[in-house]
């Protein structure tokens, strides 16, 4: 009998953000839902994907300083390149064999923006 193919699972993380920018010379402000989500091919011993508490804390870390400010005072020129930074600060927080699959934000309205790793 042949072996099946080992399955892959997902597993996310979510925190509320409040960020500040510029559209077209208008500011606007947006709440957002920041979804981490991470992919492996079968899972830990303990029966998950990744250990959610240091990948929990990084974000917490990461989204500390953004809260509340003008992205553009950060360095940042909107919510692509915000996505972008959490992608590449978060992606060491991700113990092998996971990986960082994708950050994404979702504003109130549900419009959804997403980075892939």
């Known amino acids: 009998m042949a072996t099946p193919p ?4 997902e597993a996310a993380v979510t925190r509320p953000l409040s960020v500040v920018f510029r559209t077209a010379g208008a500011w606007e ?3 957002y839902t920041v979804e981490v989500v991470t992919v492996r091919t079968g899972l830990d011993a303990f029966d998950v994907v990744v250990d959610f508490r240091d ?11 953004l809260q509340g400010h003008l992205l553009e005072d950060l360095g940042l020129d909107g919510p692509p390149a915000l996505a972008r930074r959490l992608l590449a600060e ?3 927080f991700v113990a092998a064999p996971a990986r960082l699959k994708e950050v994404a934000l979702t504003d109130g309205l549900g419009r959804r923006l997403a980075v892939s790793a």
């Open 29 to 31: 402000g947006h709440d």
């Open 6 to 9: 080992a399955l892959t699972f």
């Open 90 to 92: 978060l992606t060491p």
């Open 55 to 65: 990948l929990e804390a990084a974000l917490d870390r990461s989204l500390a300083p």
